[in-house]
Structures are given as C-alpha cells and as structure tokens.
C-alpha cells in the first residue's frame, strides 16, 4: 500500500494526525523537495531511505513505489498542500493501478487555505463573492481553452493564482483586461505559514512592483478580489433574524 500524503502547506504542525502516523512508520519517503518542508518528515525512522522527488522522474518515483512494494516495505509519497492541487498525483495513481498496487490519499491543507488563514481573511463573503476560483497563469505550459486568465476573470470571483508569481505585470495586465477594477485588492503570499513568510498587499494596479521590491520570485501565491476589502454583507446564517434548521429567528420589532 502506497499512501500518498498531503503534507500542507509548510508549519509541520499543519500536517493531518494520519500524515504524521503513516510517515513516521515509513520505510521509503519519497518527498517534494522543492516545496515540502522537510521539518515534516522529522519524525522519520531511523534508517528510512528518503528521495527527493524534484530531481526524478514520474518513472523514476514508480519504480522506487513498485521496489518498495515487492520487499514489503512502507512507502509514502508527501506532497504540498494537498496533492489534489497540481500535484502531478493523477498520473501516479494511474500507473499504480496499472501495476495492480493498492495506494490511498491522505489529505493536506493546500497553500490556497494557509494562505486565507495568514491573511485572516474568508474567499466566500457575502453579496461579494460566492466563487473562489484556482488557477494558475499561461507559462511554459499551456492553459485548456477557455481557461485564460483574460476569460476567468469576467466572473469576478475570489481568484487564487498559483505558480506565476514570476509573471505579475502579464497577470495584473490580464486581470484587469478580463474585467478587474484596478482598485481591486490583492495579496501575495510567500511561503504561507513558514517562519520565512512574507505578506505583501496592494491593488492589481500597483502589486506587480511590490512584489519586484520585495524579492518574490518563487513560492508564494497571488489572491485577488473584493474578499480582501471590507465592505460586505453580514451571513444569514448568523442572522439573528433569520431562521436556520437549528435556530429559530427572533421577530422584528416594528
Ligand atoms: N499542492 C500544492 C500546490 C502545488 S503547486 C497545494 O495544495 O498548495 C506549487 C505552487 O503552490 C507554488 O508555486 C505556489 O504558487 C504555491 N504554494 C505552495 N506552497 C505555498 C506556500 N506555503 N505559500 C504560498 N504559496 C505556496
């Protein structure tokens, strides 16, 4: 049994009660390096053989699962975040199946989570915005059609843009294109949660150059919309007017 495991998105504490079990039993570690705090596998046994997967292959990390499965021995596979979100997780799970090698998924806390939790601030507000869409920029590899910044950003939604930080003025100049008020509100986020982290905040006409001079170049999330502002409406959940399955609403006085 192969388990792949979430490992969140830097503080090792974020890591699931499960994750921790499963990779402290581990014989073989196979982990993100570039992404995956390596503070999380701290807990490993003595003698785990541990690979970073940044410098293999997809063949090169199933050959080690299948080695490891034929001896008997424990693998974990530890993504970022959760591996559900640009993991590279699907392929790995297919050629497994293929193999007829049993695996399960531990999930983790995304860096898009960490991230609204540093900034305390929530992606769904009120009579603002409703969506949080996850995306990421046209790079080295392209975007499905349809699926451009330019026609995301129509929706107005909470936007998270992962793996782009290295193309702000193109992304600020798409959003704004697409439909964005360039009053809109963004935050950057580097390394989310790790002692390191650093918060930049601006609007999407004036973040591109933050970011230059703050020196984000790698790891760090953009997150655009109203949701950062703070005008919205108050939740009917909480209403004490209205009434919910488990809460019956007061009656207004006249
Ligand atoms: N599976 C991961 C995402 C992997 S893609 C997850 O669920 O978070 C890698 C990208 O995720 C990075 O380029 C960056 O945009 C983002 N990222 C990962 N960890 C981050 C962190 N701690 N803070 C900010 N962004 C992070």
């Known amino acids: 049994m192969i388990s792949f495991i979430g490992a969140g998105p830097g503080d090792p504490e974020l890591l699931t009660i ?18 995956v705090n390596p503070d999380v596998l701290s807990g490993h046994k003595e003698g785990a053989v541990i690979h970073n997967s940044a410098l293999m292959n997809l063949d090169e990390v199933i050959d080690v699962m299948e080695k490891a499965e034929k001896e008997g ?3 974990v596979r530890v993504h970022t975040g959760d591996p559900a979100i640009y993991g590279a997780h699907r392929e790995q799970m297919d050629r497994l199946d293929a193999l007829g090698i049993a695996y399960e998924v531990i999930p983790g806390v995304s860096s898009f989570l960490g991230t609204a939790a540093v900034l305390n601030k929530e992606y769904t507000m009120p009579g603002k915005s409703q969506t949080v869409i996850l995306t990421r920029m046209e790079g080295r590899t392209p975007m499905p ?45 580097y390394k989310a949660t790790w002692p390191d982290q650093k918060i930049v905040i601006g609007t999407l006409e004036d973040i591109a150059q933050k970011v230059k001079d703050a020196g984000i170049r790698k790891t760090a999330l953009t997150v655009v919309g109203d949701f950062l502002g703070d005008e919205y409406e108050l939740s009917k959940l909480y209403d004490k007017y ?13």
């Open 18 to 35: 499960k994750g921790k079990r499963l990779i402290d039993d581990a014989d073989v570690i196979i982990y993100a390096g570039s992404l």
């Open 73 to 75: 021995k424990k693998c």
């Open 145 to 189: 059609p349809g699926e451009k910044l330019v026609d995301l950003a129509k929706h107005h939604a909470s936007m998270v843009i992962f793996l782009s930080i290295g193309f702000m003025d193109e992304m600020t100049a798409q959003l704004m294109e697409g439909g964005y008020e360039p009053t809109t509100p963004v935050a950057v986020v």
């Open 242 to 254: 209205f009434t919910t399955e488990f809460r019956q609403g007061q009656e207004r006085e006249e």
